[in-house]
């Protein structure tokens, strides 16, 4: 089993930045690829950005790509979400996920171990 715990959620202006943490514990962090999404009212989980095990790879969805930043600290067991240039409609709950390595495929139901997630609200 895989714990994940994020932290960094909060209210933020239009234009403003947040940075998201997720803490990750129970097993050996650099064995999963993760992935951040999230999740708006009404609308479908949907995948924001993923890293491969090592940080060498990313994938970002094309709403926010120039935006936001996927990273990971594998000796500190903590993948992050730097997000730049926030706008209304990045609000939703985020969430980060983890899996063994399978890239290529996004999809939710592809990823094992889920935090609980923490709330993004951006302001106009």
């Known amino acids: 089993q895989v714990q994940l715990v994020e932290s960094g959620g909060g209210l933020v202006q239009a234009g403003g930045s947040l940075r998201l943490s997720c803490a990750a514990s129970g097993r050996t962090f650099s064995n999963y690829e993760m992935g951040w999404f999230r999740q708006a009212p009404g609308k479908e989980r949907e995948l924001v950005a993923a890293?491969?095990?090592?940080?060498?790879?990313?994938y970002y969805v094309d709403s926010v790509k120039g935006r936001f930043t996927i990273s990971r600290d594998n000796a500190k067991n903590t993948v992050y979400l730097q997000m730049n240039s926030l706008k209304p409609e990045d609000t939703a709950v985020y969430y980060c996920?983890?899996?063994?390595?399978?890239?290529?495929?996004?999809?939710?139901?592809?990823?094992?171990?889920w935090g609980q997630g923490t709330q993004v609200t951006v302001s106009s």
């Open positions: 890293i491969t095990r090592s940080g060498g790879r990313t």
């Open positions: 996920a983890g899996r063994r390595p399978a890239w290529g495929t996004f999809a939710p139901e592809k990823y094992d171990y």
